[in-house]
């Protein structure tokens, strides 16, 4: 079995320890407090009056499956960013760059975005930001129904077909559903969505997993969340989830983000790509504490060890797993997504501490 995946962003979370009794508070490194948001850099290839709003649409979801490449990738199918009654009106009557239906409009046109005085489905301002929230809703539908196939697919054909088709067939429409239509709109849209990713987004790295065993099987799961949003103290062994701000960590552009952000934060990471059949600790410390009897030295790394760097203080701030061909897949910090980055940048080379074998 053979499966290529891509990048994604992670650090740390809280600390719990109980020591004789008292309850001691102790906070990994999140470094989000010089953070801002720009979709973690990963957008390239769209016009530049398109990419304010796209970055924007995406920052207003906290669905773990929004990506600024997934709305990109869906105006480009649209309309090819084209804003001209002649070339975005469709012979249904879609109409503007994210092809909205007048009724459709109706529901989700409702804000005047770019403030010129009217909402309109030809100002591309109010187009895109009404296409996230859309989105952002069909996201959250998707991820709650249990069907197969991903959230991004069921959204996709949720927008292209309503979403009483994806009711109806239990998951994307097959090809026999309105001639191929929705059908071929979902697979043309996620293959196209890596032409806009830009540097720090799911194209900016990829990696091979091959073979079986507890490492590899443990990087293809964590390579299943490749760009879900990092989210501090967020993220269970059952999946993504929203995390909390300690006053210090979890917060973006003087907000909390880690409360409003389903997601997952670098040991949480850690501990959903081996649970259940190795059942890490919470935290990048103690999952330090619970490996580092099997040490593994950097010349030996294999897919799946878990990879530490502390601060001068030698406290543990931060966990990824080794992808291989010297790259990590780790949860990086407040404002980025699960990634894959080169070991040697993912986090201070200085801060490296060293490597273990669950």
Not at 100 to 108: D, E, L
Not at 111 to 120: K, P
Not at 176 to 204: K, W
Not at 222 to 244: C, H, I, N, Q, R
Request: overall charge neutral; some cysteine.
């Amino acid at each position: 079995m053979k499966v290529v995946i891509g990048v994604v962003a992670g650090v740390v979370g809280l600390i719990l320890l109980i020591v004789i009794g008292a309850v001691v508070l102790i906070v990994e490194n999140d470094a989000s407090a010089a953070e801002t948001a720009d979709g973690g850099g990963g957008l390239q290839g769209v016009p530049a009056e398109f990419r304010k709003w796209i970055l924007q649409a995406d920052a207003e979801c906290k669905e773990p499956a929004m990506t600024p490449a997934l709305l990109a990738a869906q105006l480009y199918q649209e309309s090819k960013f084209k804003t001209s009654v002649a070339e975005a009106t469709s012979p249904a009557g879609a109409q503007g760059p994210a092809q909205f239906m007048p009724g459709t409009w109706a529901t989700w046109g409702r804000e005047d975005a770019d403030g010129n005085g009217r909402i309109s489905p030809w100002d591309i301002g109010d187009a895109v930001i009404a296409q996230g929230r859309m989105m952002c809703s069909l996201l959250k539908s998707a991820r709650s129904s249990g069907y197969p196939g991903g959230p991004q697919a069921l959204a996709l054909a949720g927008y292209n077909a309503g979403w009483n088709a994806v009711r109806r067939f239990r998951g994307v429409p097959p090809e026999s559903f309105a001639r191929g239509e929705t059908h071929d709109y979902v697979r043309i849209i996620l293959a196209t969505m890596p032409r806009f990713e830009g540097p720090g987004g799911l194209a900016a790295a990829s990696v091979s997993v091959s073979g079986s065993g507890a490492g590899p099987d443990a990087l293809r799961r964590a390579s299943t969340e490749l760009g879900v949003k990092y989210s501090y103290g967020g993220g269970t062994p059952s999946g993504p989830s929203t995390g909390f701000c300690d006053g210090v960590n979890g917060y973006l552009n003087g907000r909390c983000d880690a409360s409003r952000t389903e997601g997952w934060d670098c040991s949480s990471l850690v501990q959903y790509a081996y649970w259940p059949s190795t059942r890490l600790p919470r935290t990048a410390a103690a999952q330090y504490g619970a490996t580092s009897n099997r040490p593994v030295a950097r010349g030996d790394l294999k897919q799946g060890d878990l990879l530490f760097w502390s601060n001068s203080t030698g406290f543990i701030y931060h966990v990824a797993l080794y992808a291989g061909d010297g790259k990590v897949l780790h949860a990086p910090r407040t404002g980025k997504r699960v990634e894959i980055a080169p070991m040697n940048t993912a986090m201070p080379s200085g801060d490296y501490l060293g490597a273990t074998r669950p």
